[in-house]
C-alpha cells in the first residue's frame, strides 16, 4: 500500500486527510494486532473510507453507530486474530462508544431539540466528531459518543444552565433509547427532478440560494456529496442538507397541467 499514490487520488484536502488517517489506523492495527476506531462518520466520509477499504481489499471491519440505521457511524478496524469475535457478535462496543443519558426536570419536558443538545456540546468544547447521533424525546435525549469522553461530557453538561436541574447518567450502549424516526409528508411542485428545484422546494428557500447551497458542498444524496445543480433524483433517492435536515423522495404523483411535477417528499423532523 503506497500512502501518497492513494492520498494523490483527493483532490480534497479534508477528504485526504481523512483518508490518511484511515491508512494510518489500519498500519497500527495490523502491527499490533490491536482494534482501532475512526471518529464518527457522516454519510458522505462513510462512503469516502468505504471505498477505500474495498480498493484495499481490506475487510476486517465493521461499521457501527449504536443501532440500525444510525446516521453517524464509525469504523472499526480489527485484526486477524480478533476475526472470530466480530463475526461472531461477541466484541463489546461498550469499550469504544456509550450512551450519556439526559432525563429533563418534568417542567422542561419537551422544551429541547436536537439542536439544543449539539449546541450544548458544542459549548462545553467537544468537536462534532466525537459525537454519534442524538435521540431526542420528551423527557430528555441518549447522546451517543466516544467512551473516553463520557466522564468529561457529563460532568460540563451538568453545569450548564440549561442541564442544571436534569439527571445525568453514563448507561451501556445496549441499553439505548431508540426514540422512532418522526417525518411528515408534503407535496411539492417542481418544473423537473434536478436537485436545485427539489431542494429549493423543501427547505423552502429560493433557487439562488439553493445554488449557494450545494456550491457549498452541503448537499449530499445517498451519502454521495452532491456539486452539481443539474444533478437528477429519482423516487426512494435519500438528500441531506447539512444545517437544514434530510428527506426522502417518496414518489412522483403526477403532472400539473403546466407541465410541472407533483413529488410527494418524506421529510424527516
Known amino acids: 500500500m503506497n500512502k501518497q499514490e492513494i492520498l494523490n487520488k483527493y483532490e480534497n484536502e479534508d477528504d485526504r486527510l481523512l483518508v490518511s488517517k484511515l491508512i494510518d489506523k489500519i498500519e497500527f492495527t495490523q502491527k499490533k494486532n490491536t482494534v482501532e476506531n475512526t471518529s464518527f462518520l457522516d454519510m458522505h466520509q462513510r462512503n469516502i473510507l468505504e471505498k477505500l477499504l474495498k480498493t484495499l481489499k481490506y475487510n476486517n471491519y465493521v461499521i457501527y453507530g449504536g443501532y440500525d440505521n444510525a446516521e453517524r457511524e464509525m469504523i472499526i478496524l480489527y485484526p486477524e486474530k480478533l476475526e472470530m469475535l466480530f463475526h461472531n457478535e461477541q466484541f463489546d462496543y461498550n469499550n469504544i462508544v456509550q450512551v450519556l443519558r439526559i432525563v429533563l426536570p418534568n417542567e422542561m419536558r419537551g422544551k429541547y431539540s436536537h439542536r439544543d443538545y449539539l449546541g450544548a456540546i458544542i459549548k462545553v468544547g467537544i468537536n462534532r466528531e466525537k459525537i454519534g447521533d442524538i435521540l431526542v424525546s420528551l423527557d430528555g435525549a441518549d447522546i451517543i459518543a466516544s467512551k473516553e469522553l463520557m466522564e468529561y461530557l457529563k460532568t460540563s453538561l451538568s453545569e450548564l444552565t440549561r442541564f442544571h436541574k436534569s439527571v445525568i447518567t453514563i448507561e451501556n450502549i445496549e441499553n439505548l433509547n431508540i426514540v ?9 411542485i417542481v418544473p423537473s427532478m434536478r436537485i436545485d428545484s427539489i431542494v429549493s422546494e423543501t427547505i423552502r428557500t429560493s433557487r ?32 441531506t442538507v447539512r444545517g437544514k435536515g434530510r428527506f426522502k423522495i417518496s414518489k412522483i404523483l403526477n403532472s400539473t397541467k403546466k407541465g410541472n411535477l407533483v413529488v410527494e417528499v418524506e421529510k424527516y423532523i
Open 180 to 188: 422512532p424516526v418522526r417525518t411528515e409528508i408534503i407535496n411539492v
Open 208 to 239: 439562488s440560494k439553493t445554488i449557494d447551497v450545494i456550491n457549498s458542498e452541503r448537499v449530499f444524496v445517498n451519502g454521495e456529496l452532491v456539486t452539481k445543480t443539474s444533478k437528477m433524483l429519482k423516487e426512494k433517492d435519500a438528500i
